[in-house]
């Protein structure tokens, strides 16, 4: 396992490497998801509003 | 079947048709590219054998030409995005366009910073200012003015026409990459695969790096996908069908 780590010596540039781009990949999901569910629920309020208003003013 | 596809064509540049599709394919581009991954990471590690000159440290390849082709792959069908929504006014060309940059900035930074790590232990050195790491230096550059440019100006028609201009001049930059190597004397090795040549690798190695290039284009087309469609979501918001969705997913109680 450790000889496995080690890359031959190398495990430093490989893990660096291949461990970056991993992050890298996954952060960039997370973010887009994230953004997403926070632009729907600025709609959501949006949506909301503009029904209350249209409801007159039996909204609370 | 020219007529039917210039129909469908036609369906899917909506946003509001495009929306849904999108919704539906993602899951399988995800699929595909958590195969793929898994299938190239094995082969990269178990399968590859050690390099009789490198050692071990050119399995960083596996990782480094395909964010180095996706760097420059989705510059280009970004570019392509900005001609057709500068010519036609396509809306969702103009929204494809912005959601291809920041993917494609990223790969761009992974390209660089994986081939620093490769660089280190083959030529003694993080980085040289040689005409192939200079030129994708610039791409990288070109991504986040594309992206500054359109953060920048807050309508969004008037930015993606201003952001398309910068991306369809930056093309001139791709061919500058691709053929570095051959027309100035670099450090960067020249191409391990071209259409022209037998490749320069054992069938092992090159068999691996092109499975590990798909799974990154199936995994760059869900997120672009997915990116896509908050940005249809942002830009959209004042039609009817958005905000009728939108009230209904919020009455329904989901906000996911």
Avoid at chain 2, 206 to 221: D, E, G, H, Q, R
Avoid at chain 2, 234 to 242: A, H, I, S, Y
């Amino acid at each position: 396992m450790s000889e496995f780590l080690a890359m031959g010596g190398h495990g430093f540039y490989i893990w660096t490497s291949f461990g970056v781009t991993a992050l890298f990949m996954v952060v960039e999901v997370i973010v887009v998801k994230r953004s997403r569910r926070t632009v729907l629920k600025q709609l959501a309020r949006l949506a909301r509003a503009n029904m209350r208003r249209s409801q007159g003013s039996q909204g609370q | 079947m020219g007529f039917k596809n210039t129909i469908a064509w036609y369906h899917f540049s909506s946003p509001k048709n495009f929306y849904p599709l999108a919704g539906r394919l993602i899951p399988w581009f995800w699929g595909a590219a958590i195969v793929l991954l898994t299938v190239g990471l094995y082969m990269s590690f178990f399968v590859a054998p050690t390099d009789y000159k490198q050692g071990e440290s050119y399995r960083i390849i596996f990782v480094h030409v395909p964010a180095a082709w996706m760097s420059m792959f989705i510059y280009l069908v970004m570019a392509g995005y900005a001609i057709i929504g500068l010519a036609w006014k396509l809306r969702m060309a103009e929204m494809m366009a912005s959601a291809l940059a920041p993917t494609g900035a990223m790969f761009t930074f992974l390209a660089l910073w994986t081939g620093a790590f490769w660089g280190k232990p083959t030529w003694g050195t993080y980085w040289v200012w040689d005409a192939r790491l200079t030129s994708e230096l610039i791409l990288l550059f070109l991504y986040i003015g594309y992206m500054s440019l359109q953060s920048a100006i807050d309508d969004p028609r008037r930015a993606s026409r201003a952001s398309a201009l910068l991306a369809i001049v930056g093309v001139i930059n791709l061919p500058i990459i691709y053929w570095s190597v051959k027309w100035w004397n670099t450090l960067h090795q020249g191409a391990s695969v071209s259409p022209t040549m037998a490749p320069k690798m054992a069938s092992i190695m090159l068999t691996t790096m092109l499975i590990m290039s798909v799974a990154f284009w199936m995994y760059t087309i869900a997120v672009v996908l997915m990116r896509a469609r908050r940005v249809i979501l942002e830009r959209e918001r004042q039609t009817t069908w958005v905000m009728e969705m939108v009230s209904g997913e919020s009455r329904a109680g989901s906000g996911k």
